[in-house]
């Protein structure tokens, strides 16, 4: 190993620190928390000039509070939890040394959920919803950007159901699933099941539009070579269908996830459905003095969810896709 191999690295390192504009980088680390002051100036100010039925509307500081007693109260109710599983533990153990032919039983835990408990809830209905309505939009994408007949076939069902909204999907998904979803032991809750499907009727919709786009324009020179080739279908779909139109494809799954997240809170919200539409819902019916800095903390935490989920699947396209120009975003 030369000397000049050894040091390699860090000129790089330098020259790489040498290109970047200390202007560039001040402005892209200050000009946003700029924004956020400005903004947190103008929610107190304009907090302060309105008064509701139930007390001011809240500012950034009750906010912060209410979101910190949340929290205060799902480590409590966590805390309530185990003890209730360590007294039935007891109990049982007890009960077993007296007769050793008792069989223990274990009662689920009769308290209501927190707020953490309804942001689990959510997290985990809208990416089954996500994920069911992506497993049925790219292969039918992928089928109809193939086939013009499939394109022309589809195209009215899909420009019909596209701009139907959940609102008038949950009454017959909620009928649906009464009816088919019958079981003395379920293995999922239906207003679980209600609400997934729900989502994946209204978001799969983006998906398949532009999975079938991405298709439809893959570049002629490739397809050209497929033929050439005489790639059989599959293997032709696989190495120049999918690859080629994978920057399309996210960019549809980026919109469903998004619809997904709104669709669900509204879902949850109309049917009364485990999650945080409940939660504010349940908030907004309650009354107290406390319910709009709930609700504001509840508005926050799903537009930072949202965030973070459009944030993660723009990660994932950076992962598998050859187009960086994802990498501005």
Not at 102 to 110: H, K
Not at 135 to 160: D, E, F, H, K, M
Not at 218 to 232: A, F, G, H, W
């Given at each position: 190993?030369?000397?000049?191999?050894?040091?390699?690295?860090v000129?790089?390192?330098?020259?790489?620190?040498?290109?970047?504009?200390?202007?560039?980088?001040?402005?892209?680390?200050?000009?946003?928390?700029?924004?956020?002051?400005?903004?947190?100036?103008?929610?107190?100010?304009?907090?302060?000039?309105?008064?509701?039925?139930?007390?001011?509307?809240?500012?950034?500081?009750?906010?912060?509070?209410?979101?910190?007693?949340l929290w205060?109260?799902?480590?409590?109710?966590?805390?309530?939890?185990?003890?209730?599983?360590?007294?039935?533990?007891?109990?049982?153990?007890?009960?077993?040394?007296?007769?050793?032919?008792?069989?223990?039983?274990?009662?689920?835990?009769?308290?209501?959920?927190?707020?953490?408990?309804?942001?689990?809830?959510?997290?985990?209905?809208?990416?089954?919803?996500?994920?069911?309505?992506?497993?049925?939009?790219?292969?039918?994408?992928?089928?109809?950007?193939?086939?013009?007949?499939?394109?022309?076939?589809?195209?009215?069902?899909?420009?019909?159901?596209?701009?139907?909204?959940?609102?008038?999907?949950?009454?017959?998904?909620?009928?649906?699933?009464?009816?088919?979803?019958?079981?003395?032991?379920?293995m999922?809750?239906?207003?679980?099941?209600?609400s997934?499907?729900?989502?994946?009727?209204?978001?799969?919709?983006?998906?398949?539009?532009?999975?079938?786009?991405?298709?439809?324009?893959?570049?002629?020179d490739?397809?050209?070579?497929?033929?050439?080739?005489?790639?059989?279908t599959?293997?032709h779909?696989?190495?120049?269908?999918?690859?080629?139109?994978?920057?399309?494809?996210?960019?549809?799954?980026?919109?469903?996830?998004?619809?997904?997240?709104?669709?669900?809170i509204?879902?949850?919200?109309?049917?009364?459905n485990?999650?945080?539409?409940?939660?504010?819902?349940?908030?907004?019916?309650?009354?107290?003095?406390?319910?709009?800095?709930?609700?504001?903390?509840?508005?926050l935490?799903?537009?930072?969810?949202?965030?973070?989920?459009?944030?993660?699947?723009?990660?994932?396209?950076?992962?598998?896709?050859?187009?960086?120009?994802?990498?501005?975003?």
């Amino acid at each position: 190993m030369t000397l000049q191999s050894t040091f390699k690295p860090v000129v790089r390192l330098r020259e790489h620190i040498g290109d970047i504009n200390p202007k560039a980088w001040l402005s892209a680390a200050l000009l946003p928390i700029v924004g956020v002051l400005v903004f947190l100036g103008l929610w107190q100010l304009g907090a302060a000039q309105v008064d509701t039925s139930l007390g001011q509307f809240p500012g950034p500081a009750v906010v912060y509070d209410q979101a910190h007693a949340l929290w205060d109260e799902h480590r409590t109710e966590r805390a309530k939890e185990a003890a209730f599983f360590e007294r039935q533990e007891e109990r049982n153990a007890a009960r077993v040394a007296d007769d050793p032919t008792y069989e223990p039983r274990i009662r689920d835990y009769p308290g209501k959920p927190t707020f953490i408990d309804q942001i689990g809830t959510s997290l985990v209905t809208v990416l089954a919803g996500f994920i069911l309505a992506s497993l049925i939009a790219i292969p039918a994408g992928i089928l109809i950007g193939l086939s013009r007949s499939a394109y022309q076939a589809a195209n009215p069902i899909i420009q019909v159901f596209k701009p139907v909204s959940p609102l008038a999907w949950l009454p017959l998904v909620t009928m649906v699933v009464s009816a088919v979803y019958v079981s003395e032991d379920p293995m999922f809750e239906k207003s679980f099941i209600t609400s997934m499907f729900t989502v994946t009727l209204c978001c799969l919709w983006p998906t398949l539009i532009n999975t079938a786009v991405g298709v439809a324009n893959i570049e002629q020179d490739l397809v050209n070579v497929s033929q050439v080739l005489r790639l059989p279908t599959l293997t032709h779909i696989r190495t120049i269908v999918i690859p080629s139109s994978i920057p399309m494809m996210f960019t549809g799954l980026r919109v469903s996830l998004g619809i997904a997240w709104m669709v669900l809170i509204a879902a949850e919200m109309l049917a009364q459905n485990p999650g945080l539409g409940k939660f504010v819902w349940d908030q907004f019916q309650n009354g107290s003095s406390d319910s709009l800095g709930r609700i504001m903390v509840a508005v926050l935490v799903i537009g930072l969810i949202g965030y973070g989920l459009d944030r993660t699947m723009l990660q994932l396209q950076k992962w598998v896709s050859w187009d960086k120009s994802t990498e501005q975003r």
